[in-house]
T-cell receptor, first 114, second 113 residues
Framework: EAQVTQNPRYLITVTGKKLTVTCSQN?????MSWYRQDPGLGLRQIYY???????DKGDVPEGYKVSRKEKRNFPLILESPSPNQTSLYFC?????????????FGSGTRLTVV | GNSVTQMEGPVTLSEEAFLTINCTYT??????LFWYVQYPGEGLQLLLK?????DKGSNKGFEATYRKETTSFHLEKGSVQVSDSAVYFC????????????FGAGTRLFVKA
């Protein structure tokens, strides 16, 4: 089944403790992206990647890092999480070279930083 | 820059009622337009899309027509069901914005039995 898999689904952590949210897709998509979803603010793009080793900042990149060493994986790294990063996070991917294509989204990761 | 505006919710309807969720956009170039649906506790799913003016996207009884003259992409369904209760997002991608997807704020729909 074609899908984007995120882990974990739920995570509670403490301020300053480094964490990684994994994202993997099995559709050979080149474009991958991370979003956060907050009440009243909608979906905001954190980082995106056009291909392996090609990443760029989205609208709200502060406090986050990403890497793209393989086409299928696009982990989101929070080096020193803070409470304002408590949010619902989504990974998404889309086919290569096709801005007309929509995204396939993961199921989401609900992160709470205390 | 590109932007998407959709009607604020929540929208509450009775089963079998007609649904319209308004969406307008501002964009340069010729973007593609999308509707996504988010069911409770889940990620967003692509519901339908249209890639050029006058195209009609349709899926699961939902329809939307790409209207360049009114810069709109309103979502409609003739007879909603309780299972349609969800949050609906209008989005655009492409045109001068390249690969970036711009999402509207989302409209929550409640359908009562």
């Amino acid at each position: 089944e074609a899908q984007v898999t995120q882990n974990p689904r739920y995570l509670i952590t403490v301020t300053g403790k480094k964490l990684t949210v994994t994202c993997s897709q099995n559709m050979n998509h080149e474009y991958m992206s991370w979003y956060r979803q907050d009440p009243g603010l909608g979906l905001r793009q954190i980082y995106y990647s056009m291909n392996v080793e090609v990443t760029d900042k989205g609208d709200v990149p502060e406090g986050y890092k990403v890497s793209r060493k393989e086409k299928r994986n696009f982990p989101l790294i929070l080096e020193s999480p803070s409470p304002n990063q408590t949010s619902l996070y989504f990974c998404a991917s889309s086919p290569p070279g096709q801005p007309r294509s929509g995204y396939t989204f993961g199921s989401g990761t609900r992160l709470t930083v205390v | 820059g590109n932007s998407v505006t959709q009607m604020e919710g929540p929208v509450t309807l009775s089963e079998e009622a007609f649904l319209t969720i308004n969406c307008t956009y501002t964009a340069t170039g010729y973007p593609s337009l999308f509707w996504y649906v988010q069911y409770p506790g889940e990620g967003l799913q692509l519901l339908l899309k249209a890639t050029k003016a006058d195209d009609k996207g349709s899926n699961k009884g939902f329809e939307a027509t790409y209207r360049k003259e009114t810069t709109s992409f309103h979502l409609e369904k003739g007879s909603v069901q309780v299972s349609d209760s969800a949050v609906y997002f209008c989005a655009l991608r492409g045109g001068a914005g390249g690969f970036k997807t711009i999402f509207g704020a989302g409209t929550r729909l409640f359908v009562k039995a």
